[in-house]
């Protein structure tokens, strides 16, 4: 089932998230962690690419980053899923490979 | 080495020098070659200053590995995908990059480039097709 | 399933190591298999047993010594990345004509091919890095 990618930078300091976003297809999923939560947040200069870009696939925050960066649940974009670690670990199951964007 | 053939692809996004990436990255995918599996390069964003000709060290000390990706052919590494938007959006073109050729045995022993110009959707494409995706 | 995992940056300046220790964790609580973590880059520096972290932070080479010990974890510094920053095993450091070895207890030393023979036995191989 597609591909999990990973996303650990902020999008507001390289292109990272942009690049990965510009890269999947259909029923991939894309899971925002370490800095890369940032990406993830709603009424910022790119949540329009965001939600515009990740519109076929399925978004996703580590919620121990969110909250180490003490970034409300409530401020994330809308469609975004937040997962522990046990759901980070079952994405990287249920998708046929992971791609880390480094 | 092993029964099992895998399709892997070597992803490469950072340029060359400021950090040790690219030039670790090619030591893997040397040591890799050994093993007989399927085996793709991937050159995008920042990676694709990797490729560029007529890179010289000299003045800052660490080693020039440039040359080194002219010999992937004789590891049988010939399929190096460059993303042909994120050369332009560096205002680079193919001429810019070295010539980096392998003896196709297929054909005679045909000099061929194992540079293959893809734009942002192929190379999509190619990275949903492997087994196994290594990042640098 | 049977994971492989990739740390490529050093302890403590990146949180690479620490994401890499919570998901190897996670996994390990799901009943699945990590059959190997390969350090490879700045991520060599895990296996040293000569840093000394402040007491109030979390210990990042015992936390993995630990884990393996628990899990009979196979951690692989890779050698080429391991020698250009300095982290040895005693037979390196014979060989080299070193007078110290610093590698931890459950750590060792071993190529790139391990890298390799990684990826194409893991069902998944995830990279953690910069």
Not at chain 2, 6 to 29: C, H
Not at chain 3, 16 to 38: I, M, P, Q, T
């Amino acid at each position: 089932m597609g591909t999990l990618h990973t996303v650990n930078k902020s999008p507001f300091q390289n292109q990272t998230l942009l690049s990965c976003l510009g890269h999947t297809h259909e029923g991939d999923a894309v899971l925002m962690i370490e800095d890369g939560v940032y990406g993830a947040v709603t009424g910022t200069a790119i949540s329009e690419a965001l939600s515009k870009m990740g519109s076929d696939v399925s978004l996703y925050v580590l919620g121990a980053d969110l909250a180490a960066r003490g970034i409300d649940a409530g401020r994330m974009a809308e469609g975004v899923i937040s997962v522990d670690y046990e759901g980070f670990v079952d994405l990287s199951a249920t998708h046929d490979r992971v791609q880390n964007w480094l | 080495m092993s029964e099992t053939i895998k399709k892997f692809l070597y992803v490469n996004r950072k340029a060359p020098y400021g950090t040790i990436y690219a030039q670790e990255s090619l030591e893997v995918v040397l040591i890799g070659a050994a093993f007989d599996q399927d085996v793709s390069l991937a050159f995008l964003d920042d990676g694709v200053f990797q490729l560029t000709k007529g890179q010289d060290t000299k003045e800052i000390g660490l080693k020039n590995f440039s040359a080194t990706y002219r010999a992937l052919g004789d590891y049988e590494v010939t399929k190096l995908y460059v993303e042909k938007e994120s050369l332009e959006e560096r205002g680079l073109t193919l001429d810019d990059l070295q010539n980096i050729e392998y003896e196709d045995e297929d054909d005679d022993y045909a000099e061929k480039s194992s540079i293959r110009l893809i734009s942002r959707a192929e190379m999509a494409e190619v990275m949903a097709d492997q087994d196994v995706v290594l990042s640098f | 399933m049977k994971f492989g995992i990739v740390v490529s940056e050093g302890p403590y300046q990146h949180q690479a190591s620490d994401s890499a220790y919570n998901f190897v964790k996670a996994a390990l609580a799901k009943g699945h298999e990590v059959s190997r973590v390969f350090f490879y880059h700045d991520g060599v520096n895990v296996g040293t047993r000569l840093s000394i972290p402040p007491q109030d932070d979390r210990q990042i080479q015992e936390q993995w010594t630990a884990l393996g010990k628990e899990h009979d974890l196979d951690l692989v510094i890779c050698i080429a990345a391991a020698q250009r920053r300095g982290l040895l095993d005693e037979n390196e450091a014979k060989r080299q004509g070193k007078d110290a070895d610093n590698i931890a207890e459950g750590f060792r030393i071993s190529g790139l091919g391990q890298l390799i023979e990684m990826g194409i036995q893991a069902d998944r191989t995830i990279t953690f890095g910069d």
